[in-house]
């Protein structure tokens, strides 16, 4: 009964948003594109601004930094213990209707809650909450996002979050290297003002995607501690194995997850750049650039990102 009722509410809340964004787009409907956007993405804002303040626990990252992959890792560690129904996701409080213990968790990208709040050069709205900021290396993040852009975003987000027209001819090494969206610029924008407010938060933890990878029960018992969840090793050993790349893979593939629902489902399954769990390899980018096209993006980093997160040595 429980299970259903959380479901139950956790499509209404999808329903309520998909309903109010055509209602924006029905009052709107003749004003100009700019304005347009710039709306939706208040009513964005307003949204993740409501189930911010309602959240115990806030997962934040930019995107294509291991987000789904910590997701699953977690909601497998929840469901192993407190043996609740295999192939949910943790989605803000659908786990703690089933179980009041598990707090209500908040998985953001946070760049809308700021066309709400108006907090563009500041993070006030986290200061009292617990967070957790997921970080990955701006350059794998910028070469996931230019294949996020040209075979997974749907045309109203390629819009809204300022990509390149998906019909424009962009060379990766120009996407990486712009100052529009998913390029390497916004990411290390993004990390440095996190890297300046991060101390004012109340209880914050910085993970690297790239410690994740390298120690992953050691930094899975980490964030456990950070946000007061007890958990055995059996337990942690059973998320980790159940988030493992091979069966991440296996799962959108065969779409065996209430996940391939819309986060992980590839676009086109002859073609391995549209899967969202697409290759997960570390300082990857380099894989696809030339010696001097490397060498003018470690620079930029090398320029641009607060050394503080450690990614210029790599």
Excluded: C
């Amino acid at each position: 009964m429980k299970l259903a009722l959380s479901s139950l509410s956790h499509a209404a809340r999808i329903g309520r948003k998909k309903i109010s964004r055509r209602l924006l787009h029905l009052r709107m409907r003749g004003r100009p594109q700019s304005e347009i956007l710039q709306a939706e993405r208040r009513l964005r804002g307003v949204e993740q601004y409501r189930t911010l303040r309602k959240s115990d626990v806030v997962f934040v990252s930019f995107g294509k930094s291991g987000r789904t992959w910590l997701r699953v890792m977690i909601s497998q560690l929840f469901r192993v213990k407190y043996d609740l129904p295999d192939n949910l996701i943790l989605s803000y409080d659908n786990f703690h209707a089933l179980n009041s213990a598990i707090p209500k968790t908040f998985f953001t990208h946070d760049n809308y809650i700021k066309d709400y709040t108006g907090d563009f050069d500041s993070k006030r709205p986290f200061y009292d909450k617990t967070v957790v900021l997921l970080v990955r290396d701006p350059r794998d993040v910028a070469v996931s996002q230019f294949f996020q852009w040209k075979h997974r975003l749907k045309p109203g987000k390629v819009a809204i979050n300022n990509y390149p027209p998906r019909d424009q001819d962009v060379a990766l090494f120009d996407f990486v290297m712009s100052e529009g969206g998913g390029g390497m610029a916004e990411v290390t924008r993004y990390m440095n003002l996190w890297a300046r407010e991060m101390h004012k938060v109340e209880k914050f933890l910085l993970v690297r995607y790239e410690d994740l990878r390298a120690r992953p029960q050691e930094e899975l018992r980490r964030m456990l501690d950070f946000i007061g969840v007890q958990a055995t090793d059996a337990q942690v050993e059973a998320a980790v194995e159940f988030s493992s790349f091979d069966n991440m893979k296996k799962m959108e593939s065969g779409a065996q997850s209430l996940l391939a629902g819309g986060r992980m489902k590839p676009r086109d399954k002859d073609n391995p750049d549209s899967y969202k769990v697409r290759r997960a390899k570390v300082g990857g980018y380099r894989d696809y650039f030339s010696d001097e096209e490397v060498a003018a993006i470690d620079a930029r980093l090398a320029q641009t990102l607060d050394p503080m997160y450690g990614y210029q040595d790599r």
